[in-house]
């Protein structure tokens, strides 16, 4: 999350120019890349084959790096717990590697730099639902002017999701997406799905399985509901920190000369 919001930041600090170009030096596409074509030699920034991971950190606009980083936020974490940091890297670049190729597949001849991190993300959301399909995620849901937050579990909301994926997916293939690269979730997605089973660790075990079955009530929750919560989230976090950097009980922090 940090490497893309640090590059993002350096795309607005420039001209509209060169943030163009920046997708071309930096973009993945795939003319360049499997056509033989080339940018001018002094536009060339990085080998052509490199630019499958660098276009990873890339966004085109707030939106589209917000919605990603919220959904790497969410679920990364515990897809990361699952196997360990230096896995989930490897398994995250590599769901984005397959795909930035699932996209090429439909258009190998396109001219069009492909950037974001929606593929890799993908991989982790299907690796999500592959480890904790009963999961409660917490879902804003909206009524005309009325606004609530609901849970559901998470095969139904990751389950949505990828059949949105599926169902826009002939507007890729007829050139009318919009710019979205429909088959780079669904290869994205497919790739967690399939991947999981290798990257997590042993003793991590698939569909929750071993843990008690979720009732779903599916009652709205306000958003005062939500404070109390985070407000006991956030004294529960503070109180473990306290204990964990003093444990024990006769242990006090020492007072400056104004304590």
Not at 45 to 60: E, K, N, Q, R
């Amino acid at each position: 999350m940090a490497a893309c919001i640090m590059v993002f930041l350096w795309q607005q600090s420039l001209d509209a120019v060169s943030a163009r170009l920046a997708f071309y030096q930096l973009g993945f596409v795939p003319t360049i890349v499997f056509q033989g074509d080339t940018l001018p030699t002094k536009l060339i920034l990085v080998p052509a084959w490199t630019t499958i991971i660098t276009s990873m950190f890339l966004h085109g606009g707030w939106l589209h790096i917000g919605g990603n980083m919220l959904y790497l936020w969410i679920f990364g974490d515990n897809v990361e717990d699952a196997m360990g940091r230096f896995r989930f890297i490897l398994f995250y670049l590599l769901c984005g590697v397959i795909a930035a190729l699932a996209q090429t597949a439909i258009n190998p001849s396109s001219s069009i730099p492909m950037v974001g991190a929606s593929g890799g993300i993908a991989g982790v959301l299907g690796a999500y639902l592959m480890l904790h399909p009963k999961a409660a995620v917490r879902c804003l849901m909206v009524i005309i002017f009325f606004f609530r937050f609901i849970n559901l579990p998470a095969w139904l909301v990751l389950g949505g999701w990828i059949g949105l994926q599926f169902a826009a997916a002939p507007q890729a293939f007829q050139g009318t997406g919009g710019g979205v690269a429909y088959m780079a979730h669904i290869g994205g997605f497919m790739a967690g799905v399939a991947l999981i089973p290798f990257f997590k660790k042993p003793y991590i075990s698939l569909f929750d399985r071993g843990q008690p079955p979720k009732t779903w009530s599916g009652k709205p929750i306000s958003f005062s509901e939500v404070k109390q919560e985070a407000r006991k989230r956030f004294q529960r976090s503070a109180q473990q920190t306290a204990r964990s950097s003093f444990p024990h009980s006769n242990q006090r922090p020492s007072k400056g000369p104004w304590g």
